[in-house]
């Protein structure tokens, strides 16, 4: 077993220190746990957010969810705590007035968890700003590569807005960051779920103009699997990063994030999506966007819960 989890038929789900999957803390690892595959850490912060707040406290809501998650998924046949180590690494620091100074904490936060060469790196926001710093880190680790990573990317939302209310480092604006850094290719790049209505048509040009490859939850209904496995195949092994923002799925199965639209996936149909990304090489990944306040008997982080598994899944 590389992972050391409870034995949940000995020590009840309920009892003991909350961890992400009841996962190890990184500092307790022992040598049959190392190196370290994947260390899951939460960044909680929500200084980005244009709407309802309160996804700073998403991680703590997941971490709570995710003690009912089992390490047998079996839809993906695969046990992850025998196939992998991981482990919850805490949470980055945060400064809650500044969400650059968080980006800038995050990232240099993440660059010393496990093994640079080996440990890849899964955060739990946080708002969307947040991918930023996890996607700095893991361009970093992976020797910064002159290309940038494929990046395939679930959202109601593109997130490539260049600044609302003259802030740069937001959530509406994570993506266009990434692609100016350098750390994302925008022509391997593939949002799905876009959906709902935008302030101006215009906020379509940038990525329109880059290249990157859209399926909106229309789309996605005729024709998505079709171009999703069309970009997988032109991706091909090529180091790719995961970003999921839960307000892909439609409100009446997440209710509980920062900005609901209609018409999104169910959670069946977003979980099957990511679970047809197997054979990816996933490089790094975060799950964003829960907002606790906002869920009803905590429906939405009992989903990034399993989604956490599910996404490690994807690499055992």
């Known amino acids: 077993m590389k992972t050391d989890l409870p034995r949940g038929r000995v020590q009840p789900r309920f009892a003991g ?24 850490y939460g960044i909680p912060s929500d200084a980005g957010v244009t709407f ?70 899964l955060a739990i926001g946080g708002d969307h700003s947040i991918a930023y710093a996890n996607l700095k ?17 679930f959202d109601a939302h593109m997130d490539t807005v260049d600044e609302v209310w003259n802030e740069k480092w937001g959530h509406a604006s994570p993506f266009r960051r990434a692609v100016e850094a350098g ?9 799905i779920g876009i959906r709902g209505t ?30 999703l496995a069309a970009f997988l195949a032109k991706i091909a092994r090529r ?4 970003t999921f923002d839960v307000d892909a799925v439609d409100p009446a199965f997440c209710p509980g994030t920062g900005t ?17 990304l197997r054979g990816i090489n996933l490089v790094g990944a975060d799950i964003v966007e829960v907002l606790p306040d906002r869920d009803v008997s905590d429906i939405t982080s009992t989903f990034a819960a399993q989604l ?7 690499s055992a």
């Open 17 to 40: 220190i909350c961890t992400f999957l009841r996962a190890p803390q990184i500092s307790s690892v022992g040598p049959a746990g190392k190196p370290i595959d994947w260390a899951l």
């Open 52 to 121: 309802r707040p309160g996804a700073r406290f998403g991680p703590r809501a997941v971490r709570d969810a995710s003690q009912y998650i089992k390490p047998f998924l079996i839809e993906q046949g695969v046990h992850i705590a025998e196939r992998l180590s991981f482990a919850d690494a805490g949470d980055s620091p945060v400064s809650p007035y500044s969400c650059k100074q968080t980006l800038d904490d995050a990232s240099a936060f993440a660059l010393t968890l496990g093994d640079p060469k080996h440990t890849k790196l």
């Open 137 to 153: 880190a893991t361009w970093e680790r992976r020797g910064k590569p002159s290309g940038g990573l494929a990046l395939i990317h």
């Open 183 to 191: 750390f994302i290719d925008p022509k391997a790049m593939i949002s």
């Open 198 to 227: 935008l302030n101006d048509p215009r906020d379509l040009d940038y990525t329109n103009n880059l290249g990157v490859t859209v399926i909106t939850c229309d789309q996605w209904q005729k024709n998505g699997p079709a171009t």
């Open 239 to 242: 180091e790719t990063y995961l």
């Open 260 to 276: 609901p639209v209609a018409g999104g996936f169910t959670s069946a149909q977003a979980l099957s999506a990511v679970r047809s």
């Open 308 to 314: 956490m598994a599910e996404i490690l899944g994807l």
